[in-house]
């Protein structure tokens, strides 16, 4: 038969056929005179037992071992790695859905996310705190607190499990306390109130003030060994130019302070 011929009968494309010629999984038969390919029955045989392996997820360099005479791996063992492989993927699959599902209740029962976009649970319950505090305050949301919600689905995406584990515990610490939420819109106002002012006003000062009265004791201390080490300059500078970015130079100054106290405060 014709490699068209034997391609129909596989359920292949002429095209795969001459790929495993390629890779060395179908052995290619000479030439006729005619200049045509002629293929046989052990050749048809060859190319079904490649699709059945192929289509059950084995890669093509594990069906050359299967397919292989000497020393090659059992087709037992192929299998029980690929099940492997497969249950795997199902657990990650499964808790994606979870996460897809809690994200889509929390849309509804919000009328949507997030601005910042989908985050763990525990920060959209923090955020949507926020958006209940802001609502009932006069004016517009202070600039800080749209800031700071960045800053933090920004911390969540880019620590490991320890410093998400860590920021999730901090979060509940903080906003455990009653107030807290509406003292910390307070610190914001007090932020957002520093452009224009002189990084040496006596304002700049009440604002840092402001900012770390609203941390309790437990969290100054996880943030002050974030990474697990105690912050030191370098950690502050980092900390600073994380946070202040296009900020005015008197909100840059109180944040730098906000990090000094929190550094003195832990000690």
């Known amino acids: 038969m014709r490699i068209g011929e034997l391609a129909g009968l596989a359920g292949v494309s002429t095209r795969t056929v001459r790929h495993y010629h390629h890779v060395g999984l179908l052995p290619e038969p000479e030439r006729r005179a005619n200049g045509y390919r002629e293929y046989g029955l052990r050749d048809a045989v060859a190319l079904a037992r490649v699709r059945r392996l192929t289509e059950l997820g084995i890669g093509l360099d594990e069906v050359r071992d299967v397919l292989a005479d000497d020393a090659g791996r059992e087709l037992r063992d192929v299998l029980a790695e690929l099940d492997g ?69 920004l911390l969540e995406t880019a620590g490991g499990e320890r410093a998400q584990a860590a920021l999730a515990a901090a979060l509940r610490e903080v906003f455990a306390v009653p107030g807290a939420m509406e003292r910390a819109y307070a610190a914001y106002g007090l932020m957002d109130g520093l452009v224009g002012v002189a990084p040496g006003d006596p304002r700049v000062a009440e604002a840092a003030r402001a900012v770390v009265e609203c941390l309790p004791e437990e969290v100054v201390e ?43 405060r832990a000690r």
């Open 85 to 153: 492989d497969l249950a795997r993927q199902e657990a990650v699959i499964r808790e994606r859905r979870a996460r897809l599902a809690a994200l889509l209740r929390r849309a509804e029962e919000a009328g949507g996310l997030p601005e910042e976009g989908p985050v763990s649970e525990q920060l959209a319950e923090v955020f949507g705190e926020m958006a209940r505090t802001s609502a009932a305050l006069p004016g517009p949301e202070p600039a800080m607190a749209v800031r700071d919600r960045e800053v933090l689905a």
């Open 222 to 264: 996880r943030i002050s060994a974030w990474g697990g080490e105690p912050i030191g300059g370098r950690e502050v500078a980092f900390w600073t130019s994380l946070v202040a970015g296009d900020l005015a130079p008197a909100q840059e100054e109180a944040i730098r302070m906000v990090m000094r106290m929190i550094v003195e």
